[in-house]
T-cell receptor, first 109, second 113 residues
Framework: GIQVEQSPPDLILQEGANSTLRCNFSDSVNNLQWFHQNPWGQLINLFYIPSGTKQNGRLSATTVATERYSLLYISSSQTTDSGVYFCAVGGGGTYKYIFGTGTRLKVLA | ETGVTQTPRHLVMGMTNKKSLKCEQHLGHNAMYWYKQSAKKPLELMFVYNFKEQTENNSVPSRFSPECPNSSHLFLHLHTLQPEDSALYLC????????????FGNGTRLTVT
């Protein structure tokens, strides 16, 4: 099956800093999502981004499907950005979304 | 997100109990999912239903029994669980399998004593 790897596994930032999170996947995928899981366990959709670039406020994401990776950019980080960031990929012909191991982000005030 | 509702939010049960988790989606989606998230592990897919039919069973033990009476409701029946089954159980839905985005509920945090 498809393997999904995220890096770095852990990240500590000072408030106001920028960061880049990476998601690599081992096979062709139909689509890709980025999620933020807050400290209460809630998974929030950030981006649905099979390819190309999208931006939403301080966050943006780029997926290069042909090279099998996606990047999530966080600019001017805030303490509320803390939590775990997951990418999930879906392949053709199935209903499965496979999740990566996540990047645990802590933003210090 | 409020489109997918899970109840209860927290559940503590003994190993001999029988309980059920409930999930309801108000998004008009056709596919519903159960995921398990244990501490320090990625989300693990358990079951997928599409138009009420089970399309994936990811080698889940029989002490977990899913039920999907219609496209809007999904249950996970639990019986004779083990302490290692303690985890966050997350329900999700999508309009059209993995060709459309997943939307998650807030999860049920289960503790088996």
């Amino acid at each position: 099956g498809i393997q999904v790897e995220q890096s770095p596994p852990d990240l500590i930032l000072q408030e106001g800093a920028n960061s880049t999170l990476r998601c690599n996947f081992s096979d062709s995928v139909n689509n890709l999502q980025w999620f933020h899981q807050n400290p209460w366990g809630q998974l929030i959709n950030l981006f649905y981004i099979p390819s190309g670039t999208k931006q939403n406020g301080r966050l943006s994401a780029t997926t290069v499907a042909t090279e099998r990776y996606s990047l999530l950019y966080i600019s001017s980080s805030q303490t509320t950005d803390s939590g775990v960031y997951f990418c999930a990929v879906g392949g053709g012909g199935t209903y499965k979304y496979i999740f990566g191991t996540g990047t645990r982000l802590k933003v210090l005030a | 997100e409020t489109g997918v509702t899970q109840t209860p939010r927290h559940l503590v049960m003994g190993m001999t109990n029988k309980k059920s988790l409930k999930c309801e989606q108000h998004l008009g989606h056709n596919a519903m999912y159960w995921y398990k998230q244990s501490a320090k592990k990625p989300l693990e897919l358990m079951f997928v239903y599409n138009f009420k039919e089970q399309t994936e069973n990811n080698s889940v033990p029989s002490r977990f029994s899913p039920e999907c009476p219609n496209s809007s409701h999904l249950f996970l029946h639990l019986h004779t669980l083990q302490p290692e089954d303690s985890a966050l159980y997350l329900c999700a839905s999508s309009r059209d399998g993995n060709n459309s985005p997943l939307h998650f509920g807030n999860g049920t945090r289960l503790t088996v004593t």
